[in-house]
């Protein structure tokens, strides 16, 4: 009886240790955390150009991660991509006229929407619109250019 | 009405006939022996009374249902009204011999443990092994495994029990008690048993009926004074342990001179 | 001829052994309602299956984890992108190597062992005469074995992959200087809990069940003599490896095929 005993004991450290694992797989390897968000406020801003952008990127200002975007969504009228992006409701100070980058974490990082507070007394609410946006930064087009101006200079 | 009732049985492994049309009844209450030479069927008979085994025809009834018509769940409960003693004693060898004694009786009744212990060392008792009783099946000889089997196999008080070749490997004092122990549990518990036996002079001993088989068919059936008293020449052979007579003590095949020549032919 | 006729026993035989395989996956299903009735019986099961297993499983976790650490590192670092390192050893512990590895690891250490028990088992006349008692040994035996590898490879897997994450981590960090913060919030962006460690866990679970099926089955169906269940341990190893790596191949065209 004894030796059943503690196979049941061992048996049952075994379970908590995968339960265990599967719980740190879940909450520190996985987006899990950030799923979970304290609910923010929405905005939306267009930009012409996403390039590698998706949903739940995240959105940072000063490099301080500061919510993630939510959705892209193709406009049919401008034929540009709205994106709504979710901030914590902690930072509800943004001005107005705040802009919004894409920007890209190292060489082969991943893509991330950069904000730079602006100087507007007024603070951006949910619903409201980001005006001054930037594309992102397409490689090929960025080389494309720089071989045009290279052409075009040695002319 | 008997309690077994064989009829027409034929049963093959692979193109080789082991049964050509098997009649037997095995009486309530009754020591039924079942002799052969090695290598007829014997263990294939229990096996097919059993149910592990589906005859290719024929049918055995026990107790008036046919047991190849079973259902899985009928089966099952006819086969705890079974005890059998395998030939190799089939000790569940990764649990001691009290709990292999205990196993049917955890398995299919709701006893409190300390019944259990006791019922248990009773039926170690009258095998002669209480002591051995923490022993692992691996730490016994071939003789005591065969006790502690026998100890299972009545440990449920079955209606009937099957013994394969119970005195194999056993001493002439535990051979006596043995012989003892199975007309007394047959006695005392209105048991029906069935030997399968190579030891003679035990199972004349006990037996009320005798079954000879040999090639597939029963040859010979009868108490033991008429079996003695037979004429027939193979029956004289069986009871006096002859090497020559119509038992061959060779697996059928070829004979030894024409396989003999056929070797030096080849080379 | 001769060829065309071996062929043609080869393929007559494999078809009746899977049929063979299904039904026996059948009865070993069937038992499960009667068996989580008696769950002391799979508890059992489950300390020679999973317990005895863990061990090997932290051990080569810990080292797979700290080669993906390295060589993760020495590759990422000509790209300037060694702050990945994090989502490469997560991403590869989680989807493949996880529970591909851990479900080779088992199929040796359990599977082999699952297959010699029952095959002896059978040599030696217990099942039969565990018929005998009215002790059905599909249920009594094999069942709880079934539901035990199918519960504990997926915690193996994942413990697996906790403890690679880990070996990784001490190497990118600890000796290789990888910065600690964007290790972990890398990963964490770039993993996702349903797309990523779901369907690696689907992955174990499925892996699971047909390693514990084929060592089951390969002792059960074992030419009960010495040697028959040698082979079929052997068989047992090589037939989960196939099947484990197939079937991985399979399930991550259909889980991460459409991105
Ligand atoms: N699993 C099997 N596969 C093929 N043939 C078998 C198998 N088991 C037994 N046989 C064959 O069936 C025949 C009968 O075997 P069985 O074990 O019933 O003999 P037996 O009468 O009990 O012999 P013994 O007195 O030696 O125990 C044997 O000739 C044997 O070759
Ligand atoms: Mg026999």
Redesign the interface.
Known sequence: MRQKKSTEVTVGLFVILGLLALFFLAMKVSNLTSFNDEPGYRVTAEFENVGGLKARSPVTLAGVRIGRVESITLDSDTYSANVVLNLYASFSTLPTDTAASIYTAGLLGEQYIGLEAGAEEEFLKDGDVIELTQPALVLEQVIGQFLFSKAGGDE | MPLIEIRDLHFYRGDRAIFKGVDLDIYRGKVTAIMGPSGTGKTTLL?LI?G?LLPDQGSIKIDGQDVHQLK?AQL?????R???L?Q?G????DISVFDNVA??LR??TDLPESMIRDLVLMKLQAVGLRNAKDLMPAELSGGMARRV?LA?AVS?DPMMIMYDEPFTGQDPISMGTLVNLIKRINQSMGLTSIVVSHDLEETMAIADDIYLLSDGRVIERGTPETLQNSSSEWVKQFMEGLPDGPVSFHYPGVGFEDDLLRSKAAK | MDGIQRLGRWAIGTSERLGRGYLFLMAILAGVPSTLMRFSLVIQQLYSVGVLSVFLILISGLFVGMVLGLQGYYTLVDFGAEESLGVMVALSLVRELGPVVSALLFAGRAGSALTAEIGLMKSTEQLSGMEMMAVDPIRRIITPRFLAGFISLPLLAAIFSAVGIIGGYIVGYGLLGVDDGAFWTQMQTKTDLYADIMNGVIKSVVFGFVVTWIALFEGHDAIPTSEGVGRATTRTVVHSAFAILSLDFVLTALMFGEV
């Open positions: 096996k059993g592990q899985h099952y409960e006819l086969r705890k079974m005890g059998m395998f190799s089939a000790l569940l060898t196993f049917p398995e299919h089997a299972r449920l």
